[in-house]
């Protein structure tokens, strides 16, 4: 089961920050927070992860709160191809059954002209 | 860089009759993975490998599904006979280790 709740729908206007929570409030200490999203008819892409601190890429930026118990993932600018499914996702650090991806079924962020 | 290679892209089978899924990861990723993704669902793990060794297969249905990644590099997904509930896209990922994994544009499976 994922470890992760999204809700189930969000739109922004084009050009706008997009920020999209999650929560988990059961995620362990060795547990890293992974964003990807998935594009109609693509595979799932990777954005961001990280762990406690906020991290941020050519892509977006991740909050982690400080009890690491929630996350939001901003898109500073979102445009159009930003319409997709978001998926947040708990896993663990180091190998074994817990480091699979595990996806929920996302947030679907729908970006309007 | 190459990314992660699925074919065939569409597939139209009848129910009953085998199908096969070929998979190649990007160079030099030892984990491989299988997903499955039912419409408006988020994908679910069949099978994850690393180097050769099927390391989890706890959600593959053994009894018609079966996988192999022989000399550790490409994969294959075999159904066996097809059934209509098996309508789905099939997504293969590789990564280096517990990097980040990266996903193929995957198979659309439509049994008929």
């Known amino acids: 089961d994922a470890k992760t709740t999204q809700p189930p729908s969000m739109d922004c206007a084009e050009g706008r920050a997009a920020n999209l929570p999650c929560n988990h409030s059961t995620i362990s200490g060795n547990e890293y927070v992974y964003w990807y999203r998935q594009i109609h008819s693509q595979g799932p892409q990777y954005i961001i992860h990280?762990?406690?601190n906020n991290e941020t890429n050519e892509m977006a930026s991740l909050i982690i709160t400080e009890d690491r118990k929630s996350s939001t993932l901003i898109l500073p600018h979102a445009t159009l191809r930003d319409t997709a499914v978001y998926y947040c996702?708990?896993?663990?650090?180091?190998?074994?059954?817990?480091?699979?991806?595990?996806f929920g079924k996302g947030i679907t962020l729908s970006v309007r002209p | 860089e190459a990314g992660v290679v699925q074919s065939p892209r569409y597939k139209i089978i009848e129910k009953k009759q085998p199908v096969a899924f070929w998979c190649n990861p990007i160079s030099g990723h030892n984990t491989l993975y299988w997903y499955l993704q039912n419409l408006g669902q988020g994908p679910e793990l069949l099978i994850r490998y690393e180097n050769e060794e099927a390391v989890d297969d706890s959600q593959l249905p053994k009894d018609r599904f079966s996988a192999e990644r022989l000399k550790g590099v490409d994969s294959t997904l075999k159904i066996q006979p097809a059934e209509l509930g098996d309508s789905a896209v099939y997504l293969c990922?590789?990564?280096?280790?517990?990097?980040?994994?990266?996903f193929g544009q995957g198979t659309r499976l439509t049994v008929v």
């Open positions: 990280g762990l406690k």
């Open positions: 996702i708990v896993r663990a650090s180091t190998t074994g059954a817990n480091s699979k991806l595990t």
């Open positions: 990922a590789s990564s280096s280790g517990v990097g980040e994994a990266f």
